[in-house]
């Protein structure tokens, strides 16, 4: 195993990176225009200029299409209404806009029993939210020196951790906001997880294409694997078990790596057909959910080990525009939301792999999502400054879920092995359709043909997942 990088503890530091100064008068050069004079200049004739469009703005699934309406010169400013979602015109999903950051909102949590937001962003800054009045708690001090790319926050809400691109990882205590560590590594890290029961850190690299797990207490490096992926690490998340580490990347391929035997449990090759940005476990730890450039997302059966040739996995299709750029399961997995490039968090039945609702609102690319855990609440992050609060309570008896739910043909009913109530379509005749849920029927596609060989669904969800490493 390569030696890991430079991890270690640094001692706070308070101050902010600025920007270089400007050239001094002295350096002028005779014959040249400054560039202050440039800027002066193109400002003035910037109406005579005509409409150009930065590759960084763009889609890249659709570098061909017109850009989207917020993209072009506005000509008119509408107040915005705070009271209700500007969805289509039967849905009606209240929610509140959270305003505070001054650059792009890219990470967001439910925490402290749902009683408590907690953001990242762009502008360098970690915050502490009351989603009651939508005022900052806490503006986290000893900030990073650059943009904050992902937060984590322990089960108990105790610590919170933030990975920034100055290359460093930080930890606060939630309740007195105080610094505990900060580590600086060698490379860009572009993720960081706690494990659920708070024990370890993971961290996704850059440059390295690796992931590093470190000992959250004693602030000491478990085991670093570089070049795990041969593209750069995109997301990297936990178990419920504290036992497994899924990691995604560029590179469009799966990993899941076993912390105690140090070994990569599962490798699923061309897992989407682009670059995959982000993944979620189910709270059984049973399912993965990927979501992807491609603008699907698919959830994969991660227990047994035959569905690694089989490719068992529901890929849900349809629900976004553009790049899928986060997923985030409900606690009981009775429902999945994302956000995507195109402004927009989907709402999915996964028993059926419908898009439920869409909900719209946010004025630029939408970085993150979560969940309530009395799923009554959604939040989204995006890259126009703001977070918005969605409360989905009656999503049920929204018009317009009903009238989706008759135009195609949906009835509920109860899995017959898990008792989680799902949706079918009145039309389906299959009887393994209409007995299970989508997550039994993965599970009974992963399983041995032999009826003597499989075993009870409890035995499965106990038993450890298989050793090796196959090729979807």
């Known amino acids: 195993m390569a030696s890991p990088p430079r991890c270690s503890p640094t001692a706070p530091d308070r101050e902010c990176k600025l920007p270089p100064p400007s050239a001094p008068a002295s350096e002028y050069c005779p014959g040249k225009l400054s560039w202050g004079t440039m800027a002066r200049a193109l400002g003035r004739f910037k109406l005579s200029i005509p409409h150009t469009h930065l590759l960084a703005t763009l889609d890249p699934l659709a570098l061909d299409r017109e850009p989207p309406p917020h993209l072009l010169p506005e000509k008119h400013q509408v107040p915005e209404k705070l009271i209700w979602g500007d969805q289509e015109p039967l849905s009606k999903i209240p929610f509140k806009i959270l305003s505070g950051h001054e650059h792009a909102v890219s990470t967001c949590h439910f925490c402290v029993d749902d009683t408590k937001l907690l953001s990242g962003s762009y502008d360098c800054t970690v915050k502490l939210w009351d989603p009651v009045d939508g005022s900052v ?9 650059a943009p904050v790319v992902e937060c984590s926050i322990t089960a108990d809400s105790s610590r919170v951790i933030a990975a920034s691109y100055d290359k460093t990882v930080r930890a606060w205590d939630l309740e007195t906001g105080k610094l505990l560590w900060k580590v600086r590594y060698d490379t860009f890290i572009v993720s960081c997880k706690f494990s659920p029961d708070g024990k370890y850190v993971v961290s996704g690299f850059d440059v390295d294409h690796g992931i590093c797990i470190m000992d959250a207490e004693n602030i000491t490096t478990v085991s670093v694997i570089k070049d795990h992926h041969t593209r750069s690490i995109t997301s990297c998340c936990f178990d419920p ?4 580490v899924a990691s995604v990347s560029l590179d469009r391929c799966i990993k899941i790596w076993d912390v105690t035997s140090q070994a990569t449990l599962l490798t699923i090759t061309k897992a989407h057909s682009n670059a995959i940005s982000n993944c979620c476990f189910t709270f059984s730890g049973h399912f993965l959910c990927t979501s992807s450039w491609d603008k699907n997302l698919k959830i994969w059966n991660v227990h047994t080990g035959e569905f690694r040739n089989r490719g068992a996995c529901v890929t849900l299709m349809q629900g976004h525009e553009g790049s899928v750029s986060s997923c985030h399961f409900a606690r009981d997995s009775s429902f999945l939301i994302s956000g995507g490039f195109d402004r927009t968090v989907a709402i999915w039945d996964v028993a059926e792999g419908y898009r439920k609702l869409s909900l719209k609102g946010h004025n630029d690319w939408v970085m993150d999502v979560a969940i309530s855990n009395n799923k009554k609440w959604i939040l989204s992050a995006s890259k126009d400054r703001t977070m918005r609060l969605w409360n989905i309570e009656e999503i049920d008896e929204i018009p317009l879920v009903i009238k989706y739910k008759k135009a195609v043909g ?9 008792d989680r109530p799902f949706s079918i379509f009145k039309s389906d005749t299959s009887s393994e359709m209409f007995t299970q849920c989508v997550f039994c029927r993965i599970d009974t596609r992963g399983l041995p043909a032999d009826p003597s060989s499989s075993s009870s669904s409890s035995e499965r969800e106990n038993s450890p997942p298989p050793r090796g490493s196959k090729d979807d």
């Open 241 to 244: 078990d504290s036992q497994r």
């Open 137 to 145: 708690v806490r503006d986290f001090e000893h900030r990073p020196k």
């Open 410 to 418: 949906l009835k509920l009913k109860q899995c017959e092995r898990c």
